[in-house]
C-alpha cells in the first residue's frame, strides 16, 4: 500500500493505473478506523480496481463547541487496518497541503436545503467543511466511485446533491450500517463512552426499530415521535433531534411512502446518530 501525504505524489502514483483505464474507487475517512470504515473499504475493493483511502481530520466541519483536538488519532493502527483490509492508496495530506491559506477565507462549497436543519441546524457549518473537503478530494484522486457510510445519512444526502448539481463524474454508493451485536451504529464516538453509557447506548437503536414498528402500522406520526422523545429521556440521553423525513430529507406528507427516522442525540460526551428506512402505508 502506497502511503502519501503529498498531492502531487498522489497524482503520480495515480496516473498509471488511470491511463490504463482502471476503476478508481475513494472512501474518504478521518481515521480512527472501526470496521465499518473497513465495510466500506471492502465494497470499494469489489467495485474497483484500485481503492484509495483518505484520512484526514477536516477542521473546516467542526464548530467552535466540536471535538477537533479532542478526536481520536490513530494513524498507525489505521495505516495497518487499511493496508491489511486491501487498500490499495492511503492518502493522508496535512492540513496545510489542502488548505495552504489557512481555514479563515477559503473557498467553500455549499449545498443548500439538504444541508439544513437535522444534524445541520445543531452544527452550523458542518457540511460546508464536509462538502469542500470533499469536493477537493474529488477533485485530487479522481475516482469513478466513492463510498460512505449511510449511518450519516444527511451527510450521504448532502454528497450525492452536490455530485449532482456541478455534475461531477463520481458513482457515489452508501454502504449499510455496521452495528454491534446490541445493535448500536459502530462510530468512532463511541470510544468516548465509559463502560456504563456504552451499556444504555443500544436503547437508541431499540426505541427507533420500536417507533419505525409503529409507524408502519400507520399510527400518528407525531403521537409516535412525542413517545420517542420521552422514551430516549427516559434512558438517559439529551436529545438533539428525532425526525421523520423522505428519502430526499424533505418533511413527510399524507403521500410519502419511502421514508427514513433519524435521530442525534447526546449521551454523556458521545454524539450518536443513527436512522432506519421505512415504508409509510398508504392511506
Known amino acids: 500500500m502506497h502511503t502519501l501525504q503529498a498531492i502531487q505524489a498522489?497524482?503520480?502514483?495515480?496516473?498509471e493505473p488511470r491511463q490504463r483505464g482502471l476503476r478508481i474507487a475513494l472512501v474518504p475517512t478521518m481515521g480512527n478506523l472501526h470496521a465499518g470504515h473497513l465495510a466500506l473499504i471492502a465494497h470499494a475493493r469489489k467495485r474497483a480496481d484500485v481503492v484509495v483511502a483518505s484520512l484526514f481530520v477536516n477542521p473546516l466541519q467542526f464548530g467552535p463547541d466540536d471535538d477537533l483536538?479532542?478526536?481520536p488519532r490513530t494513524f498507525a493502527a489505521d495505516q495497518a487496518a487499511l493496508e491489511n483490509a486491501g487498500c490499495?492508496?492511503?492518502f493522508a495530506?496535512?492540513?496545510?497541503?489542502?488548505?495552504?491559506?489557512?481555514?479563515d477565507t477559503p473557498t467553500q462549497v455549499r449545498v443548500p436545503d439538504v444541508s439544513e436543519g437535522l444534524c445541520g441546524?445543531?452544527?452550523?457549518?458542518?457540511?460546508?467543511?464536509v462538502a469542500t473537503v470533499v469536493s477537493m478530494l474529488f477533485h485530487l484522486v479522481a475516482p469513478q466511485l466513492a463510498c460512505f457510510g449511510e449511518k450519516d445519512y444527511q451527510q450521504l444526502a448532502v454528497i450525492?446533491?452536490?455530485?449532482?448539481?456541478?455534475?461531477l463524474p463520481v458513482e457515489i454508493e452508501g454502504v449499510p450500517i455496521m452495528r454491534a451485536d446490541d445493535g448500536l451504529a459502530l462510530s468512532s464516538r463511541n470510544g468516548y463512552l465509559s463502560a456504563e453509557e456504552r451499556a444504555a447506548a443500544p436503547a437508541l437503536y431499540r426505541t427507533l426499530c420500536a417507533l419505525r414498528e409503529r409507524l408502519?402500522?400507520?399510527e400518528s406520526v407525531n403521537t409516535v415521535l412525542g413517545d420517542g422523545e420521552k422514551a430516549?429521556?427516559?434512558?438517559g440521553f439529551s436529545l438533539d433531534y428525532l425526525a421523520l423525513r423522505d428519502s430526499r430529507l424533505n418533511p413527510v406528507t399524507a403521500y410519502t411512502r419511502e421514508a427514513v427516522l433519524l435521530a442525534a442525540a447526546y449521551l454523556g460526551p458521545a454524539r450518536l446518530i443513527d436512522n432506519l428506512t421505512l415504508e409509510l402505508p398508504g392511506c
Open 10 to 15: 498522489l497524482r503520480d502514483v495515480l496516473a
Open 69 to 71: 483536538d479532542a478526536y
Open 88 to 90: 490499495d492508496v492511503l
Open 93 to 103: 495530506p496535512r492540513a496545510q497541503t489542502l488548505y495552504p491559506n489557512g481555514f
Open 121 to 129: 441546524g445543531s452544527r452550523p457549518g458542518h457540511f460546508d467543511g
Open 160 to 167: 450525492r446533491k452536490m455530485v449532482a448539481d456541478l455534475h
Open 216 to 218: 408502519t402500522q400507520g
Open 232 to 235: 430516549l429521556q427516559d434512558a
